[in-house]
Each structure stands twice: as C-alpha cells, then as structure tokens.
C-alpha cells in the first residue's frame, strides 16, 4: 500500500470522527414529535484559556486542545493526536469493553488486524455506559442461527436479508400497520386533514373505496394533465374537504398514500386505467 | 327558502315536463301528428337514433299512467350552516326540483339522514327547510339522525318514527330500521362519540341495523288487518335485505321482515341509506334505493344485487354528480316504477316490469364506467 493510499485511509476514519462530533454537539432542528423527549447532549467544559475543547461520543470524555484557539480549525496531525488520546481515555475507563481495535491512521487494511475478540456468550456482557440491557437482547448476529433453527433447514445467514427472526418480522409488520393506521386515522378525521367544512375522506370513499390508487399515473381530463394519486388526494382536500393541500413530505400525505395503498393489497397495477 | 330561487336544472326540467304532460293529453291523431312532426324534425336534425326520443316516452305515457306519484329527498347529512353550506344547497336544490314537479306529487317522503351527527341545530335546520316543500311531506328517521339522543329530538319533531297510513288504495308502511345492539355501554362511549361511530360507515365497532322484535311484532298487527291483495309499499332507511354487511348496507333481521311482507302480492320497499342507483327484487318484493342529495357511495366490492344497473362513476370534480332525488309513479298494478332524478345527468327510470321479469324487459340503459 502506497503512502497515499494510507493517508486516504487515514483521512477518512478522522472524518467519520470530526462528523460524530460534530452531530452530539449542534443544536440540529428537531421534529416537534421528538421535542418532549429530546435527547441528553453532551456538554464539553469550556476552556479557561478560549482553547477548543472536542468532546468524545461517550457523552462524558473530552479533551482540551492547547495552541488551537476555539473557532480554529485542527490540522490533520492534531486532529488524529486528538481522536487517538480520547479513544485512549476511553479504553481505559472501560478495560473491559468488547471493542474491535481499528486500524490506527496508516495501518492498512491490507495488514491482518489483530485476532478478533470472541463475542462474548449473550447476557454476560454489561456495556460500559448506559443503562442495563435485557438478557436475550439483539446481538451482532441478530438471531440468524435462530432462525435457521426455526426453520429447521439449511439456509444461508450472515448477510442483511438471511438473517431476520420472527421477532424482526413482526417489528416491521408492526412498524407498516403503524404507518397505515395513521393513515386510516387522517383518512377518518376531517380535522387532521385541515378540512374546514367538517367533511372527511372516508365520507365518500369508506374504507378508501373507489380511490383506485392502481390506476394511477393517468391523464386526469377534469385537471387536464396526468395525475398522480398525491394529486387527487390534494384535490380533494381542497375541494370537497376544503382544506389546503398537502406539501409533498407531509407526513398526513405520506400516511394516507400508505393506507390507500393498503386498502387495495392484491388488486392488479394497470396505470393509465379508465 | 327554496321557493326564491329556481336552478337552470329545474327550469329546464319544469319546461321539459310541461311539454310532455301536453303531449298526453293528446288524443291518438294529434299524438301521430305530433310524432311524425318530431320524427321530422329530429330526422332533419339529423339526430335520428334507434331510440328516438319523444316517441319512446309518449307511447308509454299512453300505456302505464300512473295511479298517483310521490316524490322523494333523502340523505341530506346535514351540518349547520356555519360549519358546512354545501349539504344545504343540496337539499335546497331538492326542495326546488320536487317543488317544480307538475302535477304535484302527492306527497313527499323524507328517506333519513336530515341531519349529519345527530345535533339539534342540524335537526332544526332541516325541518325548517322542509317546511318550505309543497307538498304534504312524510318523514323517515335514519341513523345520523337517531344516535346522540336516540331518537328524542328528531320524535319531538317529527313524530313516531315508525307508522303506517293507507293512500288511494295503497298500504304504506314507515319503519325505524336502524336500531343497533348496545355497543356503547360497555366501551363506555360518551353519545357524541356513539353518534360519531354510528356516522362512519367504514368501521367494524358499531353493530349491525334491524328493525328489531317489538317493531316487527307491531307491523304483524299492522299488516294483519290488510288484505293480501292490497299493494304494500315499505319505507325503510336500511335496505331491508343484506348487501354488504361491512359498511352496514344490511338488515341484520332482514329475513324475517321478508317473510312478514311474504303473503301480499306486490310489495315494494324504497330505502334510503345506499345514496346509488340500486334495485333488488326478493320473490314478491322489489327494492329500490334512493339518491342522496349530499354525496353518493360507491357500490360496495361485493353482493350487489344482480338486478342493479349501476349509476356511472360520479365525476368527483362535479358537486352534484351521482346525488339528485326522484319520483316514485304507484302504477294501477300497485308495483312502483321509481325514476331517479341524477343531477347533472339524464334521469333513469327503473322499472317494475324490469324487476318483475327478472330484468328481461325495459332494461335500464346500461353503465358505461362501472365502480372499480
């Protein structure tokens, strides 16, 4: 491996370091949803002398950067002696810690890393931080020999989609009937819509009848384009529902288009139908 | 109220009804006059078609005159004013289009639903516009007007919600067939979300419409004083026969009305509830639904009765569309030949010899865009 190549390597472990910092420490915009129970942000102590000081994504190390003012940029040098001298700290706060040693800048991945640590069995591992997990909890290999146990037969696992439990099926089931339940609950309720006349979705089509989501996009002779399902539930939130229409991420939209959707599992997609 | 105003829709039809109420006080030469002038005319025009249009109507008016006719608003669902103008410039229109008709019908029969939840204001508003029909008016209750007090209001108004009365030898029959199973009590349901839940047709919490046990022991008594020859016509908000249980188009007792109309001859039940074109004959009984005036309902995924010509898809761009009121004509025979009154559209005549032959005869004219 070339210096260069190892200076690229380098690089970007030091960026994936700068961007976590940079996300646990700005004030980031959140979801009104997600206000109530904002998340704990780490507060770095500030220095007596103005000096920057980077906080670790424990939520508890930091370190005081002498010679660089705060505002100032890191060089690459000082800003790989930063991450290094903090991973340290952390290691040693927490000798116990299951942690896979990254290749340090300039070690390449060519380079055979060190024999890894065997998982230890589930439930005997206590995180370092944070509070207690549940015994049986996810582990890295998130249940595949489970399932091939299950199943009773010899499949591949390993790999993102050989290696789901029953569990994680019925999470994400659960996850999809959530965001069409939510659907059906705009759908029913002319004010969460932003109707103004009282009149809801289900009025005219229950249980989302003669919406026909499956024939769309087609040419739309009454709006004289082609349209979109998203076009006609906009129209008719502005007219018969008499609201305003819906920005194209909102989430009402996104969870009506869901549920419409939902209502015509099975039924053949033949855009541009009459 | 609705008099001051008189839509294009009712002018045009109020001349198009003069000109064929002419036309069938014309004796058989005029009439041939009349039509070969029409034939000419139209032939000129070049507009001929198989079925040329006056003919067809006249030979007919010649034929089955009516024994009396009355006419029909139903589904109104309305909301007070300050909430929601549209549904009452629905019923306006009604009230102008069944005041229009000449000769007057003989009276008018509310189908159900004045009201959209039940509110006194909605309740109050509507009786007030009712007032302004002509004709003698008839009242059925439906299940929007009935689930936040259970019925007190709309009894206080209109009276019992079920009864009975005879016209020019015809037997008619009100019946209050929404009744629900107490589905509130245990789930601790204030009325307003009772009512609310009721209002939904897409939801599986309420239970299903009867006429239940103690009405029906009263129409046995009812009908038992009339003769079985004497034609019967049933007013029932629920279809009175089991269509599509999940949206509660259905009579959870439906079977054992049918079989208390089972000895008379000619029955015919007009029910509301549906707002489509529908039409159903179960042995002796043909069914027909009525419109509403507030928005139409799409034909339900399953147990459409077979006899059903569907309505074209409503253009949800027009907001009169597939809503509008109608007419029934009592032939001599007692059978109803009932016309529905589409807004927007040409009107549609269904029947009783199309039900009564098992559609064989005097098909509706077929849809062109039928439900998804």
Redesign the interface.
């Known amino acids: 491996m070339t210096y260069r190549m190892k200076l690229w390597v380098g690089a970007g472990a030091l960026l994936s370091f700068a961007g976590g910092v940079a996300l646990a420490t700005s004030p980031a915009p959140r979801p009104e949803s997600l206000q109530a129970t904002e998340l704990p942000r780490h507060k770095v102590p500030v220095s007596k002398d103005g000096n920057l000081v980077v906080g670790m994504c424990d939520g508890e190390t930091s370190l005081e950067v002498k010679g660089v003012k705060e505002g100032q940029s890191l060089t690459r040098e000082q800003a790989a002696r930063v991450s290094a001298e903090l991973m340290e700290t952390w290691l040693k706060k927490n000798p116990d810690a299951n942690w896979d040693p990254a290749p340090p800048p300039g070690v390449a991945q060519g380079q055979k890393q060190a024999p890894q640590q065997k998982n230890p069995p589930m439930g005997t591992q206590k995180p370092a931080t944070g509070g207690d997990i549940r015994e049986g909890g996810v582990t890295a290999e998130s249940g595949g020999k489970e399932v091939r146990k299950e199943a009773g037969v010899n499949i591949q696992d390993g790999h993102s989609y050989g290696a789901f439990t029953q569990r994680d099926e019925a999470v994400w089931a659960a996850s999809t009937q959530q965001f069409v339940d939510e659907g059906h609950r705009v759908f029913?309720d002319a004010a969460a819509v932003g109707g103004t006349?009282?009149?809801s979705c289900?009025?005219?089509?229950?249980?989302a009848?003669?919406t026909?989501p499956e024939?769309y996009p087609k040419y739309q002779v009454?709006l004289g384009r082609v349209a979109l399902l998203r076009d006609m539930i906009n129209?008719?939130i502005e007219?018969?529902v008499r609201g305003k229409p819906l920005a194209d991420g909102d989430p009402r939209l996104r969870a009506m288009e869901a549920y419409i959707y939902a209502q015509r599992k099975g039924t053949k997609l033949e855009y541009g139908k009459? | 109220m609705g008099n001051k105003f008189r839509s294009i829709e009712t002018k045009h039809y109020e001349e198009r009804d003069a000109f064929f109420e002419g036309l069938k006080r014309l004796d058989r030469r005029a009439f041939l006059r009349v039509a070969g002038m029409s034939a000419g005319i139209v032939a000129g025009m070049g507009l001929r078609s198989p079925q040329s249009f006056q003919l067809v109507n006249v030979a007919e008016a010649q034929g089955t005159k009516p024994r009396f006719s009355f006419a029909y608003i139903s589904d109104t669902h309305l909301y007070e004013q300050k909430l929601n103008d549209r549904f009452i410039r629905s019923i306006l229109k009604a009230v102008d289009d069944v005041n229009g008709l000449d000769p007057q019908p003989d009276f008018v029969l509310f189908g159900g639903d004045l009201a959209q939840l039940g509110q006194a204001g909605e309740l109050k508003l509507g009786a007030q516009i009712l007032k302004s029909v002509k004709a003698p008016v008839r009242m059925m209750v439906g299940e929007h007007d009935w689930f936040l007090d259970m019925g007190e209001l709309w009894r206080d108004l209109f009276g019992a919600p079920n009864y009975s009365f005879d016209h020019k030898g015809v037997h008619f029959v009100v019946l209050n067939s929404i009744h629900e199973k107490d589905f509130w009590t245990e789930r601790k349901l204030t009325p307003k979300e009772r009512m609310q839940i009721v209002a939904g047709l897409d939801n599986g919490i309420q239970s299903r419409f009867e006429v239940g046990g103690e009405q029906r022991e009263w129409m046995k008594q009812d009908l038992a004083k009339v003769d079985k020859k004497t034609p019967v016509i049933v007013f029932s908000h629920s279809p009175l026969y089991k269509y599509y249980r999940p949206w509660n188009f259905w009579t959870d007792d439906a079977d054992e009305v049918q079989a208390l109309l089972k000895p008379f001859e000619r029955v015919t039940v007009i029910h509301g509830h549906t707002h489509q074109l529908l039409s159903n004959r179960i042995n002796n009984i043909q069914f027909h639904g009525m419109l509403s005036t507030a928005w139409p309902w799409p034909y339900a995924p399953e147990g459409l009765p077979q006899l059903t010509v569907q309505m074209n898809r409503p253009d949800p761009f027009s907001q009169f569309d597939g809503c509008g009121d109608g007419r029934m004509d009592v032939l001599e025979s007692g059978l109803v030949d009932k016309l529905y009154n589409l807004w927007e559209r040409n009107p549609i005549t269904v029947r009783a010899s199309y039900l009564a032959s098992g559609g064989k005869q005097d098909a509706p004219p077929r849809t062109k865009l039928p439900s998804y």
């Open positions: 029913h006349i009282a009149v289900d009025m005219c089509h229950p249980d009848s003669n026909h024939t009454q129209w008719c007219n018969p009459k």
